[in-house]
């Protein structure tokens, strides 16, 4: 409504637009979601929240606007999806790291993408932190391994994701970090799916 660049302003020139604007969106969804749960909770296992609340360098807002504008409705929307038995799968790309753990705080039960080449997000250290709390889900870098490595560099970089997300064999789910990018070769999405079958 507002564009990105307008919308981080907002958050320092304009709060009470921000509350109001956030208030409506979140009472629009919560309905939705309600008819929605009410209806297919029982053929569904999670919900799908998407809000890229990461920069591959940084996070996107400081942590502070985080929780002052987006937590207490991160929680309320994971208490929902709760409340009808399903798991809350949440998405943000880039370095994340330091909102995890009021995240997980929230109530996500499900990290993707897991973009590992950013900064703090590296795999044995998420893994370490926090995977006694949270399953990670992705991981295998679409950027530039799966799309124009070979397959033994994909291999190396999803036993890599494998021993450490996946260490102790539970925890994670492999995939790539995110979409598989068109024009990435065939042969190293089949490595990938080769590996992790002979884990």
Known sequence: MRGIEQSLLDLLMYPGLVQATLDRIEEIQTQMMKRFFSEASGYLDMVFISDDIGMQDNLLMSPESWEYFLKPRMKRWCDLIHSYGLKVFYHT???????????????????????????????????????????????????????????????????????????????????????????????????????????
């Open 93 to 199: 790309d880039g370095a994340s790291e330091r909102l995890l753990s009021p995240l997980i705080d929230c109530g996500i039960d499900i990290l993707n993408p897991i973009q590992h080449t950013c900064p703090g997000m590296e795999t044995d250290k998420l893994k370490k932190k926090y995977g006694e709390r949270v399953i990670f889900h992705g991981g295998i870098d679409n950027q530039s391994v799966l799309p124009f490595g070979t397959p033994e560099d994909v291999r190396k970089e999803t036993l890599n994701c494998l021993e450490t997300l996946g260490g102790g064999r539970e925890g994670y789910i492999c995939s790539s970090c995110h979409n598989i990018q068109p024009g990435t070769p065939m042969e190293n999405i089949l490595a990938m799916i080769d590996t992790v079958q002979s884990w």
